[in-house]
């Protein structure tokens, strides 16, 4: 296109109005553009795919195809923050044309701030997405919702396919995917790609009234700029993404830049000159129980968690205890009790699939959770999980034929001879296979349940503890419903003392295993988010300040059950059993389970992510808080969103 665009012949586009007054800032200008961008991808995206170069985008379902010369490259936006007065023009355009309700916007406009009177500097950030050359946003959704487009690169979203999980606005460090509460989906920027079909550039860049936005191909530096940096205070680490944004911030800035909404994080110039986050210790240092505000949105997915991690080391300590040989074990696994151990595991699962299903914003699309393996980790979790559920029900509809007490049963009470009925699963060694693929699909759905959670825009998560965290979990509560079963079994069964100190001695080893896993995990995240400056850090101060006192007595129950376990085994290797024996693992099987609940609540509410800064009013969590708690988020033009998922 030549430097200055020529109006289109006609008023009115196939894809967008193009009005007769349309100035020309408001047209696309590329005229040539690089090989590849700094990140050494390609530029040219029609390269990289097998995709015709005039292939329709099918905006608004019209096949036409647009005409810019330019549709294939890689465009992104220009932000020169020197320019940016926070008007939030930009805001409204976008929001107008996408028909935004006021808790919803694509583009956003926050500051950070720094300096005193008379030297006091405050810097606007617009940002909405930035349509990155790795979107993780693609790779999380498992409902393959996303896109990347050889069409200008454009990253975009479809709201129809989405069932509200939020996993995407998780995972994006920036603030780009909007999870709406009321209509339980999610939707973003999409880059006006209907615009740039007929050469204009994006509705918030059109009304830019400071000339602070800018877009076309990426790496072209706009006219009567300077600089082209990937990075300015208070943008996440573009390591994550690699996103499609170049910035111009030329002012002098103090050396300390404050961010005005209630996030515990500021921002501090570094030795090469630029900022990085540090910790902000707006809350005090005063030690809180808040205990009430442990329950959160998330609620389901605590439930989902616990549930799906006690149900698997339910039925995998004792099928794998009795695969290695454990005499006990074995005759547990042969005996009448393993099938509702079994169904018992089938029904927690069942349970936790059913709470992460009611965490949907949309749940009766749950179905389109299997839409990407190739990428989702959340898909994977699910599917393993889903395995898992198949493999206990495999394992016991196998098992029912061999159930003496559950043929007799039924035979006397209905005259159903299910021993007759079921004949063809009464094979020998079935059980063992499908409860052995059972404990593999299990094991899946728990790794990729702590892959979910491996988040780079969510640092305080994106540790080795989430990991030790969930295994431990599975291990001790498993333990703990295990015995429920196994016991009083053996104990029906006649079995003798050395049996049952065996049956004890394993599981209360496994027990303890899986507390000190969760220990180890837990001096390490200390250790490491008390050193770490970036949001992790952050989200670390808080759980030691504003839920400090929940905090200690998690961790000092979790040690002193640690240190009460430990002197059990050791009697139980070394006394006889007694009730008051038995009334003591009781006992740290319920505190065990009182810490592992208030653990995952913690592991929750505290998580700060990576995430663009917010203005006073304007996406902060203390204000819409407040805005609850007065009153004033009844009023839909405030903003606020309903606390709904």
Known sequence: MSDTPTQAPTAQSSHWEIRTQEQDYAFLSDKEHAIENRYGKRIDLVELTDKPKNRSMFINENPEVGSNPNRNKQHGFFFTADNCIGCHACEAACSEKNENPAHIAFRSVGYVEGGSYPDYKRMNISMACN?????VCLKGCPTRAYTKHAEYGAVLQDPETCFGCGYCTWVCPYNAPQLDPVKGRVSKCNMCVDRLEVGLKPACVSACVGNALDFGVIENTPKNREQCKTSIPGFPDPEITHPNIRFQQTKTLPDDMNRTDSMPVKYHKDQDGDYRPVIDQKAGKEKHWHLDKLSSRENP??????FAQAAFGTFAISFLAAILGFDVFVRFFHSDMFLPLTLLSLAMTAFALLMSVT??????RFYRGFNNL???????????LTLFTIGCGITALLLIPHNEWLVTTVKQSLGVDL???????AVENAPLFSASFAVVSGAAGLYYMNKCYQIKARPFWHHIQTATAFSGNS?????IISGMLLLPTLTVQNATEHELTQALIVLGAVFIIGLVIEAIGLLKHNYDMNRSSNEGGAAHYIQCTTFGKSYLFRNTLLALNLVFTATLLVMTLNTELSSGLYLAWLIAALICTLTSVIGRALFYVLVIPTTMPGAFFWKNKAFEQHARDIGLADNPATGVAPLAH
């Open 131 to 135: 349509h990155c050359d790795d979107p």
């Open 301 to 306: 997915l605590v439930l989902f968690t616990l």
């Open 359 to 364: 965490h949907l914003g949309k749940p009766m």
């Open 374 to 384: 190739r990428y989702s980790p959340m898909a994977r979790e699910g599917f393993g």
């Open 419 to 425: 021993a007759k009925l079921l004949s063809a699963f």
């Open 475 to 479: 291990l001790s509560l498993g333990a």
